[in-house]
């Protein structure tokens, strides 16, 4: 049977389009790659981004978005992803420090509205640079899904917040930091922190996400698992999208702000979180948009406490992918594990996030989340110069 002319046009153009799209052959490595990854470990599921001079290149979602229902993960669903809400919080203050309404070495006293000192130091001024970048001498030992837990007009064992070491001196990752945070944010702009968060950040760069569980489609959630290694299992934890809502109906603008978790309620999906990453790659600015000034993004960047390589919510890290300074931020949460990391000067990056997978460690990384972005960084950026 003899073939149209048209027929064999057609046949040129596709095999011309496939010559220029070699990111198809890189899909399916890392398709591969990752599919393997998750025969060998227990993972509920998994979304991804990668991107590569400045721009999104590959999104993908793997497994499932809810184990029950059997429904499966896509790129459109949320996840809270933890720590990395700890960014949105520091971009929120450096906006409001460039406006001139406080300043990175201001009294956290002055701020707080009650004292926040040391009590083994009683004349060490605690900044907000400390707290911001963990250097605050704070810890989380009397927990921090509230204020009272270090406001000594509410909780006789306040002073077991602190630290041994003075104010300045040493470094312990501490949430209440950061929920102390959102609360300044909060009487600093008169906004209510989650939608502050949203006006100037979110909406901006035109990203859908937020703290406020009400004030997002509750169908795009991704049902977070943490994972019983004994057991074997994947069990769901409702607890991550738990509305609030009695509390935030008697809330204290300033005060009860750790409802929303400054720390790490924020949920946004893998691709949206990745526009973001972009965002701090180009020191500020993305989709025609200044979200912070270049001063800003380099001073969350920088290097503050040299042992751990954190700033001001941006870690620095160069063991997460061999030879390569990586800048960025891990989560986990009720099971939840996420990253966000990006070379600054090479201008790739890559964002992983899984619902449930086996909480294994290896250098310091969730060892899924960490194979995931090997298989990533191996298929399309390692070997496409």
């Known amino acids: 049977m003899s073939r149209s002319p048209n027929f064999s046009f057609v046949i040129i153009v596709c095999l011309l389009l496939s010559l220029s799209l070699p990111g198809y052959a890189q899909a ?3 398709e591969a790659g990752v599919k393997a990854i998750m025969e060998q470990n227990p993972v509920a599921g998994l979304s991804v981004a990668v991107v590569k001079k400045g721009k999104i290149i590959y999104t993908h979602s793997f497994g499932m978005k809810d184990i029950e229902k059997n429904m499966l993960l896509t790129d459109e669903h949320i996840f809270r992803i933890a720590s990395i809400s700890k960014s949105f919080s520091a971009t929120s203050i450096m906006q409001l420090v460039e406006k001139k309404k406080l300043s990175l070495d201001d009294d956290m006293s002055g701020l707080m509205g009650f004292t926040v000192r040391n009590p083994k130091f009683p004349e060490t001024v605690i900044t907000l640079r400390m707290v911001l970048s963990h250097r605050s001498s704070i810890n989380d030992r009397q ?3 509230t204020l009272d837990a270090i406001n000594p007009g509410k909780n006789k064992d306040w002073t077991k917040c602190y630290n041994d070491y003075e104010p300045g001196t040493g470094y312990q990752y501490c949430n209440l930091n950061y ?5 300044i944010i909060e009487k600093i702009s008169g906004e209510r922190f989650d939608k502050y968060v949203q006006k100037n950040i979110l909406h901006p760069l035109g990203l859908y996400g937020g703290y406020w569980v009400d004030g997002l489609d509750s169908t795009r959630f991704a049902t977070i698992y943490e994972y019983n290694d004994s057991l074997k299992k994947f069990k769901a934890s409702p607890g991550a999208y738990a509305p609030r809502r009695e509390e935030i109906a008697n809330y204290v603008m300033g005060y009860s702000t750790p409802i929303f978790s400054p720390t790490g309620g924020m949920k946004i999906s893998a691709t949206d979180l990745a526009q973001y990453m972009i965002m701090h790659m180009k020191l500020g600015r993305h989709k025609g948009k200044r979200i912070i000034s270049k001063k800003s993004a380099r001073l969350m960047q ?5 042992k751990e390589g954190y700033g001001m919510a941006i870690s620095t890290s160069t063991k997460l992918i061999g030879g390569k300074t990586m800048k960025g931020h891990t989560g986990v949460a009720y099971g939840l594990f996420s990253a966000m990391f990006f070379q600054p000067e090479e201008k790739f990056g890559f964002v992983v996030i899984s619902n449930g997978c086996h909480p294994g460690y290896s250098e ?6 960490r194979k995931t972005i090997d298989c990533l960084y191996e298929s399309f950026i390692a070997n496409d110069k």
Do not use: H, L, P, R
Request: glycine fraction near 14%; charged fraction near 15%.
């Open 28 to 30: 399916d490595k890392a």
């Open 364 to 369: 310091g990384y969730n060892t899924v989340i």
């Open 179 to 183: 929920n102390m945070v959102g609360s």
């Open 302 to 306: 920088a290097i503050i406490s040299e």
């Open 143 to 145: 927990g921090y899904f």
